[in-house]
């Protein structure tokens, strides 16, 4: 069988690939075979090395496998094809349509807070509702290209408007966690090591209790505000660009009546553009 440097670096073959992605999943052979219109014996053979798998194979176990966009790229070179998926630049002329899509979405998000990053935090995009929060973040972390995460965990960032930091600092740091697991991204866990470094802010203001809640909030001190948002992450359904697969869109919806409110009158309507009503 012959072995490829994959992007990991370790270079494994696809069989050994394939089989991790199967065992975190939690699937069985025989179940991944019964999905991809297999057998168990020829799922056996590839993992083991024994059956170099087609092109067509590869993207079939990959997509019963929920294996993202830009691994399944990784796959197939690892099994000796040539990568599937393109990777266009978000600022290609063939992605006009999409970067005004996202515009439209996200003037039509406001005036909740809403961005569009990467699969490394990098911000693509974002609306009025988040320059209300950027208020009091040091210029450098502003400077492109912006990373979300270093604004929201760094002491001269967002932290320590953040009334409950631990907490939020514990989730987006699991998060990152469960993102690397299945995806061998350097540049991704050298993200991750740099912001879980970052020392906490000092002090810190204490959240009142309100009962359990469905989900975490993040409650942040701005304009003289204290406003409560829940995050919700849209991404695009059967992506067929490596680019596009890893775009996220995040909304940070009001948790309650007060910070809506707050939100009407610090981020007013967006004006007409002159240029589009035409």
Partial sequence: MSVVVTPDGTGR?????LREWRRRQGVSQLELALRAGSSARHISFIETGRTRPSQEMVLRLAEHLEVPVRERNALLVAAGHAPHYPETPLDAAGMTALRRGLERMLTGLEPSPALVVDSLYRVH???RGIALLLDGVAPWLL???????????HPEGLA???CNFREWRGHLLAQMRRQMAPARSVPLRELYEEVAAYP???GGTAVAGGGPAPALPM??????????FLSAITTFNTPVDVTVSELALETFVPADAGTAAAL???VPPPQPDPERAQ
């Fill in 219 to 228: 409650v942040v001190e701005t304009a003289g505000e204290r406003l409560s």
């Fill in 143 to 153: 400077a492109p290209p912006v990373n979300a995460m270093r604004v929201v965990l």
């Fill in 160 to 162: 320590p408007r953040i």
């Fill in 264 to 266: 009407r009158r610090l």
């Fill in 125 to 127: 995009a974002f609306n």
């Fill in 200 to 202: 906490l802010p000092p």
């Fill in 13 to 17: 073959g696809v069989g050994p690939l």
